[in-house]
């Protein structure tokens, strides 16, 4: 069916269809099927067919009236059927028009009979012809002769007889009747549907409809016509086909009934109207004259839908049950957001693709307000499906709320200038224009839209399914020198079949501060089909400076998508800030995420004591969940102290892959102030997270979710009093013998310590912040310190020798004594004391004159 200047004829219909009946008389089709002709004929009337020759005969079927600019245009078909037992030349017979003043025209075949030439014994044919008859407007005295070719007579014609087309006929089909003939060669019965007068912006546009029923049996499709809507004084509007019938098709034994629609000046006269049907001859570039309806009274529709109420509309014959639902509104700066649904179910047996449609909230003053209907135009709805479409609109606060419709437009291409008159039709130019055509006032029913509150269930329904949603959490708390909001969703699948989560983007709006340039938003993509019963938990995380405060927080969840904002989930709360996850002291902190499960669990705590800080210093065993070799999350913290301070904690954590069940330590420690009190402190432990993912090893961080506090349990370090057993992770240290000789009289002390070192592999370790140090302190009470550096100066293995020297004046004078040995632990420049031991120095005297030895060392 052709749109704008090819608009829509449905059907090929007789408006004056004459079959031939027994006895030789020719009758109307219409009143065959129980159809009169109109006012003023009251009876049949019957018209002979001439015979042409011996066993041919012809019969008119089809006889109709088109004003055309150039002339008017009769068009006429003729049955010839031959009886005889021999072909028919078709050349050797022609028909001739006589008008009431006297004219002769020869008729021409149209171009899609132009080659039919003979017809075969026992066959028949129906040829369509036209004529240009100038301004004749009436069949009244028109008359059709018919010749034969004949070489004896004048002119070479003979004349074989006449069709009378008495003036009592009408050419148009009576409104309630029906009428049956062939449309593309297929059986079709036909009749007048509605005529409905719609006023929108300030126009007025007519909507008319057909009805057909396909009495063959095979598809019918569309024929290519093109429908007008004619006054009773003649004037011709073209039509366009409704959107929603654009390719219909019509299967056997179906009916359906086909709309059309038009603009229509506000001041015409609508009664008596009728719908006239033609046919572009492309070729002879001529509209010719098909079938023609009376139609009905013209009624006005009440478009106005109550509200929670069900609009049926009708799409290529099926009908859609619309219904606005989920209205709410909320105020935002000077504006009133409004967001509501369209529920749409399709109650036919066919799948239906719905036509554009434009939307609207409309004022009580009529001011709209275009409503992104992307979401609905062209959506395709299966046999019984249902779908949502999601709308979103923003009116001014100075508006009244109250009273607002939602209009549902359908939007339809027409021939600009399609008022052709009486004697213009089909002359438009090539120009359009868009009619908008009123299927629907929705009222929107004023409902201010209810505050989600935290660990409550509620349902929501969009486009993608049905689902419960709830708060889990909104929490706050530092990251550097702003703060992190954190909103925790999740969302259940409450339907009986999978709910497909799109991609998301996420928005937090804070009072009135709209952050969704700086959300993140994090969901498990395995996730995103959840099964009925399973839920997804989204976490939207923003920063906002420490010193701010807000009271609301609305949640935004939305598709993503590069050219339009698609809304999945939109609801505010003004729930208190959520606490924290408050762990026993002892518990595991546990991390979830696909290829992420672990265990956290404190292993020590201790505070390295400073002249001007303290280091608060924590280790941490992270424990892998997974069965596979995985990266471990990256874990962000923050200290919390007893007057509650926060410090940021900076991590040392392996960027290895963990085993399954693999352990990692993980070693955390901030600067504190001399005064903060250490006894009653926490960690704030969490989850870091980089581009909307859990941060891996050296990843840096950008937020961190998840957020537990952990208690911890501060202990000082008793130092060992030998050094048989020095700890620093991941060695230990093992003194076995350590010898120190002082030569008599000399400056300087000889140091040989025999010792054993062994590396634990318990579990992984990142490259170690640690220091260990000896420290030398001889008889005098002078100390000298060494770092060890674990590789050059010790080396892992049992019965190893580390030597060193020491020189100092105050050595000349000393014969013995002891000296001791004290090992620390040396972190960020402070240090702990991990063991120490005294040992006997080992004094070695010189040669007596006599040359007699004497060790007294011994």
């Known amino acids: 069916m052709r749109e704008f200047r090819k608009k829509t004829a449905v059907l090929l219909l007789s408006s004056l269809a004459l079959v031939q009946a027994a006895g030789g008389l020719a009758v109307p089709a219409a009143q065959a099927a129980g159809v009169q002709a109109s006012a003023p004929a009251a009876a049949a009337v019957k018209i002979s067919p001439v015979t042409m020759a ?49 004219s002769v025209i020869p008729g021409n075949p149209v171009t899609a009979d132009a080659t039919k030439k003979k017809i075969a014994a ?28 004949d070489a004896k007579s004048k002119g070479y014609l003979k004349h074989a007889g006449s069709f009378a087309i008495p003036a009592a006929y009408s050419t148009t089909v009576v409104s309630g009747k029906s009428l049956t003939t062939k449309m593309n060669d297929i059986p079709v019965t036909a009749s007048a549907g509605s005529l ?23 598809v019918l499709g569309d024929p290519g016509y093109t429908a007008y809507l004619v006054t009773a004084s003649g004037t011709a509007f073209e039509l366009a086909l409704s959107s929603s019938q654009t390719g219909y098709k019509i299967q056997p034994q179906e009916k359906k009934s086909i709309y059309y629609l038009t603009e229509i000046p506000s001041y015409l006269n609508t009664s008596n109207m009728k719908l006239q049907f033609t046919q572009k001859d492309e ?57 509501f649904q369209l529920q749409l179910k399709n109650t036919g047996n066919t799948a239906v693709t719905l036509p554009a449609y434009e939307l609207a909230v409309k004022s009580a003053k009529g001011t709209a307000f275009p409503v992104n209907a992307k979401g609905l135009s062209g959506l395709t709805l299966k046999p019984m499906e249902n779908k949502v479409v999601p709308l979103t609109v923003e009116i001014p606060l100075q508006v009244e709320q109250s009273t607002l419709q939602l209009q549902m437009i359908e939007a339809v291409t027409a021939a600009s200038g399609s008022d052709t008159g009486a004697s213009g039709a089909g002359d438009a130019g090539g120009a359009t224009a868009k009619l908008v055509f009123p299927v629907a006032y929705f009222t929107i029913p004023y409902t201010l839209r209810a505050d989600v509150y935290s660990g409550q269930e509620y349902g929501a329904t969009n486009q993608y399914g049905s689902f419960a949603y709830s708060l889990q959490s909104l929490q706050r708390y530092p990251w550097k020198d702003d703060d992190i909001v954190l909103a925790k969703v999740r969302i259940t699948n409450n339907q009986s079949v999978n709910l497909t989560i799109p991609e998301l983007k996420g928005a937090l709006k804070l009072d009135s501060g709209n952050l969704s340039a700086t959300t993140d938003l994090l969901m498990d993509k395995e996730d995103s089909v959840l099964a009925p019963g399973k839920s997804a938990d989204i976490s939207l995380i923003t920063k ?12 935004n969840l939305s598709v993503k998508s590069e050219t339009e904002s698609i809304p999945f989930l939109d609801f505010s709360t003004t729930s208190f800030i959520s606490s924290v996850s408050q762990l026993q002291r002892g518990d595991s902190y546990t991390i979830t995420g696909k290829g992420k499960n672990a265990a956290v669990q404190e292993n020590r705590t201790t505070v390295y004591e400073g002249s001007n800080y303290n280091i608060l210093y924590t280790e941490v065993l992270m424990t892998s969940a997974e069965k596979r070799q ?50 009653d402190v926490s960690l704030y432990l969490g989850s870091g ?41 991941p060695y230990t240290l093992n003194v076995v013998t350590s010898d120190a000789s002082h030569v008599e009289a000399s400056d300087t002390v000889a140091l040989n310590i025999t010792y ?22 001889d008889p005098f009470g002078q100390s000298q310190d060494r770092v060890l550096a674990i590789g050059t100066d010790l080396t892992e293995g049992i019965n190893h020798s580390y030597t060193l020297s020491f020189s100092n004046n105050l050595y000349k004078q000393i014969n013995g004594g002891t000296y001791r040995l004290t090992f620390y632990d040396e972190f960020q420049g402070e240090r702990q004391e991990l063991g120490g031991q005294t040992f006997t120095m080992r004094f070695i005297s010189l040669p007596k004159p006599d040359n007699e030895e004497k060790d007294t060392g011994k």
């Not at 040829?127 to 008359?143: A, M, R």
């Not at 007057?643 to 070693?667: C, M, R």
């Open 54 to 102: 011996a066993g041919v005969t012809a019969a008119i079927e089809d006889v109709n009236i088109w004003p055309q600019s150039g002339g008017n245009i009769l068009a006429y078909t003729l049955k010839i059927t031959n009886n005889s037992s021999a072909t028919v030349n078709l050349q050797r017979y022609f028909s001739r028009v006589v008008t009431p003043g006297g």
């Open 122 to 149: 026992k066959n028949s044919m129906s040829i369509t012809y036209y004529v240009n008859i100038g301004q004749t407007k009436s069949l009244s005295g028109v008359k059709i002769a018919m010749y034969v070719w």
């Open 196 to 218: 409905e007068l719609y006023k929108y912006g300030g126009k007025v546009y007519a909507k008319a409809s057909i009805n057909i029923t396909n009495k063959g049996g095979k």
């Open 283 to 339: 070729a002879l570039k001529l509209e010719l004259p098909k079938s023609s309806f009376k139609l009905p009274a013209a009624s006005t529709p009440n478009l106005v839908v109550a509200s929670g109420a069900v609009k049926k509309i009708v799409v290529n014959n099926n009908t859609v049950d619309t219904k606005l639902t989920g209205t709410s509104v909320f105020a935002e700066d000077d504006k009133a957001v409004w967001s």
């Open 544 to 555: 906002i400076p420490y010193t701010d405060e807000f009271n609301d927080v609305r949640v």
């Open 630 to 679: 995985s990266k471990m999350a990256r874990l962000q913290a923050y200290f919390k102290t007893s007057d509650g301070q926060f410090y940021e904690a900076k991590v040392n954590q392996p960027d290895s892959l963990a085993i399954p069940g693999g352990k990692q330590l993980v070693t955390l420690w901030a600067k504190l102030p001399k005064p903060a009190g250490t006894a």
């Open 689 to 729: 997270v980089t581009g909307g993912k859990l941060s891996e090893g050296s990843e840096e961080a950008t937020g961190f979710i998840n957020v537990a506090s952990l208690p911890l349990t501060p202990k000082a370090l008793v130092p060992a009093s030998n050094i048989q057993n020095i700890a620093l992770y």
């Open 756 to 777: 054993n070192l062994k590396r634990e592999n318990f579990y992984d370790a990142g490259e170690s912040e640690h220091k260990l140090v000896l420290r030398v302190t």
